[in-house]
């Protein structure tokens, strides 16, 4: 940490601060400048720069260590690739994950299962327990769900992804469940966070509404620091200013997560945009911008889903985007 | 639901759409206008209004009714009170909470606590499970925190108000906690909201930090609807891109936030700016503004807080301001 | 315009609210719902929603004719297509600009033109003028710099934009430049706008830091209610939360702006970042979702730049990144 | 500004940054810490710390001196005190503005001010060159309405304040206004700060939309730099995601503005919340929290108004609030 004194802070205001970090355990370094003197606070221990910044001729505090460790590049230089179910993610391979929104029945994931199949879809998602606004709107189908999940994907030989937003359903996720997902709106339910970090399956980590990268990389950091390391991170878009989409994707996440961090950054176009003549487009962004691969939501009868049937794909617009997404990918060097 | 066609949209599209709704349940009302037809759309089921918008023809798409039912004006007009160890909370009357970030040990609290009583408080502060950013920060003393929560409390006939984070924990608060607060990161954990439904003791829902106001009162009708009629909602600040502050104090949601609802509102502004020397500025501003109450941080020993340190109040400078609040609070005729 | 009322409103208000109109010179046409009376109101004049809003009994009003006309497919369904020195913009067709962020000296300008022209570049940009947040910065050449620009692209029939930002500059801008650019700043300089109306050369048209795109439309509706049809939009990223990119570029503007209007729209990525290494992912994500444009910064020696030459790419990064940029685009079935 | 190194850069690359500024101009300060080597860089000169942050091994830059020096209270320590028609901003002085949005006829404004001089009032407010997001929109009366302004104040010993939205626009407001006012989207129309730094009358310098509080003093300060010291500064809402108030009034910017700048500042409840029922609540609140003044919205017959009458008071309710604010004011101190 450096902290910066205001210019002409008598000696015995500097004296004080050092006085101030030697008692909270830090070593103090002294650089006097022609305007401002810096001491520099070298230590182990955690300390809030506020308390240093209330000290008398504290001009400012300046943290200069990352807050992160495990999912830094420094850390690990290599990028981390996450397999599951043959389908790569990281490293210059791309996976794709596809499915209804919510299970509402058998046949409807059944149905769009195995077109997703032909398609050559091989990990399937799919919501049993859904985040809802509103207490009186369609809360999923619960362990069912991920019943219907499980018997589909093994049906097609798939692999599963489906949402968890509680601790005591750990158990039973991993029952079901290949990749667990953590929405957008627990990214800093650090409980559950450090619950997935005792588990070894891989978990898929969105960005909060309005969460910083450094705020995404310090969740990530509750589940690696756990032991768990395969954690795939997902850009689902932030909220902004604009309406004419439900969030707004952040596409230069990916560049810069993936300079900072090994781990691998998806995109989901469904959830960020809201809506279906959207989600091409945005797909093609993101694997344009390096995205290691991308989660996008499909519904074998988008006008009758129980929940964002307006941003799902049909089967056959998903199939025909998948090809498109296979040329552009050749483009960036790499494949699915 | 109000469905507003594209003008010269031809009738075989209105009838799609009109055909689309009823198949949902819903009737429908229609409304030529000079340029617009206008499609009323009555009924008790739920609808997305995006799978409307994607119909051929249709401009947009407007709800009418509100989202919250129990929350509202409409439902209950009168202010709800609540009353907690004497103190109350709405209808003119004005709640003070007080006490340190967090609970480090018995001294620290014992001794915040005797000023603060001196000082007139009756309901103390405190954390005992800390939802941190970083994996390496202090997490809180956990249950032993609560215990001496309580022990000090009963000592000075004083109630407790402290943050849970986890549905598993909630037989355990019940056991030392009077209100149970549920942080800005949890606002929409909504398995959390749905458990605290079902107890028998109030609850404190802070804002989240991005939340909109008809979010922030749907998570309280998730509450409601469980049982619980008990809710005090606090503002704490909401992130802009102002970093002169933590956040930024949201002091215009009182009066609209009391306009809508019956639950009574406070303010944090401890939180909200993270500043010390902001805290009396915009503790007058929201008792001004119309807030039925506060909780401000104050520390035996702000300097060696192990956390928050910085917008802790001295126990001297919150006896203080406490006095000229209640002068302020003569003015807008209300009292503490 | 539709105005709901609370349900179990009276008739006298009812009938206050159709008088209110009445007399604003409007005609009302009821509609009776289960719960809520609809009045519809019609008419060509303007009014404040807000006064109908504060009459009582009245729940909320919607407009739903759209604020914009020109600028909308409703009133030209096919896109805008702009041609500039034999580049187009719009139409499928897409246009390159290139050149540094700020015009330094004649030999900076000849050096970067002469590469970018060899990469086939044949539109170069600089700025003459500066928008600088600090009086104490460097503030542009003013019309030295506007000199420099038109020499040097003629020696090279290259055609010119630059930015203007005040009314009585026009004269000497029509005198050097083929393209005038607004400014994010300047995107609600009113007065700028109208007097861009009256001129016979394009206008490129920049989103405002925290504009939405309805009133980043409103504005070139300003410029094309004078008379002046050749409006290129431009994407340049809007201020978010995120702090690791100057701002957030949003690449899903693209796709819809397209939706509702004719007019091409191109993305700056070297503002949007502000970061180099991710100018070129950028780039090629505007490209995937389908731009018709870029514009991008190219400095000889951008270690010297006066101005922004962290964000700027060397002449070579740029021509590597200009054949990527042509690969891309057959595959979205375009050309530059 | 000072240059962290990453930790166990090589002895070459810590010596090039050294040439770089050297080159740049600049003196060196090596400071090696444990982990760290950070570089003091110090000088006069201006550089863009991203190109600093682009060379190899260097983990981040930073600025440590203020951008702004005219505006901030190391340069002028005391409170500037701006009088106009005996009427004190600043220094422990409230002052008080009023008068409807836009000047529409002689009446209108002349009865409104016949009732705010009643009231107490000394400075009228009132629009001649009106911002407007749609062209279609009333755009102000112009100089007539400005001529409409000065006739009543001379009338009833006034002084008059106005929104000046054009550089050539300055010899006309000279003629006829008391302050000039720069409104929220003018506030980085650079050209026009500079040139009313040039005059001898008090500018009154809206907060934009989005902007921080550090461009808002840096725009003060492009004002002070070009001579003129009399700036008083109005915060007047920025932009949040809450939709239920037009903006969200940033009270803690009060208390932030004072402590860093001398300049008064005053609030525009009016504009910032966008709701007659808020401007009471919300005026109290800016008082309590330490403003300079305030300037409200007050129409003689807002139902009739041409513009923003949803938030202008009758001048009656205007009448009370006034009587409310100067008891209150003593609370704080402070007298209009």
Redesign the interface.
Known sequence: M?I?ME?QTGEDKILKVIN?IKQKGF?A?I?K????T?I?C?GRK?I?K??I??LEGV??V?R??S?YKLVSRVFKPDDTVITVNDVKFGGGNLGMIAGPCSVETLEQVDETARKLCDAGVKILRGGAFK????????QGLGEEGLKILRQVADKYNMAVTSEI????HIPMFLDYVDILQVGA??M????LL?KLGEINKPVMLKRG???????WL?SA??IM?GGNREVILCERG????????RN?????????VQ?ISHLPVIVDPSH???????VA??S???????ADGLIIEVHNNP?C?L?????SLHPEEFAELYK?LQ??AK??KKSF
Chains 1, 2, 3, 4 share one sequence.
């Open positions: 450096l910066v210019s101030f070593d370094h650089s400048g022609e305007s401002h810096v520099g070298v955690v809030d506020r308390d910044e209330l001009k400012e300046i200069i260590t807050p985040p809802r606004t509103s207490p009186y709107a369609f937003m509680e601790v005591s709106r627990n800093q339910n650090f409980n450090k509404l309005s969460a910083t990268i450094e705020e310090m950091e509750y620091s932030i909220r902004t200013f604009e309406h004419m989409t707004t994707l952040d596409i230069s996440a990916i560049p810069v300079k960020a945009t809201g809506l279906r003549d959207k487009p945005m093609k962004a993101a694997i344009a911008a390096g006008d889903a929940c964002d049937g307006a941003q498109d040329v552009l483009v960036v």
